[in-house]
C-alpha cells in the first residue's frame, strides 16, 4: 500500500508553517544583496518557502481520518518493536509538523511510516533501517489525531 503524498497537519502545524513562510518572505525582502553571502541566503529562504508552499497547497489540515485503527496519515500509533518491551506511540503525519503535546512525529514517507501505512491492530511490518538491519515492528492502536488529544486534555484536568 502506498501513502498519500498529501500531508497531514494539525491546526497548530498549519499556522507554524504559515508563519514561519511570512518570516522567511519578510527576511527575504529585508535582505541585503551586498554580501556575497547573502545569495547563499536567499537561495535557502527560496527554497523553504517553495518546500513551504508545496506542502501548503495539498496539506489535509486537522481533518481525522475514520476512527478505524487502520494506520495512515492524521492517526496517533502506539507500536511495540520486536527487540523492546516497551510501547512508543507517535503521530503519523508531516515531518514538519510541531506538536503542541510534545508527541512525537513520524513521516509517511519514512520507511517505519511506509510499513506501517494500513495496517490494524495487532498486524506485524518489517522494514529496514539505513544500515540495512530489518525491523519488526507490531502495531497495538491507532486512533485518530482528535481524538487522542482530547482525552489527552481530559486526562490533564
Known amino acids: 500500500m502506498t501513502t498519500s503524498a498529501r500531508a497531514w497537519l494539525t491546526p497548530h502545524a498549519h499556522r507554524s508553517l504559515l508563519r514561519e513562510r511570512a518570516e522567511l ?3 527575504e525582502n529585508a535582505a541585503d544583496g551586498g554580501d556575497p553571502d547573502s545569495i547563499v541566503r536567499s537561495h535557502h529562504r527560496q527554497a523553504r518557502i517553495r518546500r513551504i508552499d508545496d506542502i501548503l497547497r495539498e496539506a489535509v489540515v486537522g481533518e481525522d481520518p475514520p476512527d478505524d485503527g487502520i494506520a495512515e496519515p492524521g492517526m496517533v500509533l502506539t507500536v511495540q ?3 523492546s ?3 512508543e506511540t507517535f503521530l ?3 515531518r514538519d509538523e510541531t506538536t503542541e503535546d510534545d508527541l512525537e512525529v513520524c513521516s509517511p514517507d519514512s520507511p517505519l511510516g511506509r510499513a ?3 495496517a490494524g491492530p495487532g498486524e506485524q511490518r518489517t522494514y529496514r533501517v539505513p544500515d540495512g538491519t530489518t525491523v519488526r515492528v507490531t502495531l497495538i492502536d491507532a486512533e485518530p489525531y482528535g481524538r487522542f488529544t482530547s482525552a489527552a486534555d481530559a486526562q490533564r484536568r
Open 92 to 94: 503519523l503525519g508531516s
Open 85 to 87: 518491551n516497551t510501547a
Open 25 to 27: 518572505v519578510h527576511a
Open 81 to 83: 518493536y520486536d527487540d
Open 116 to 118: 506501517l501505512a494500513g
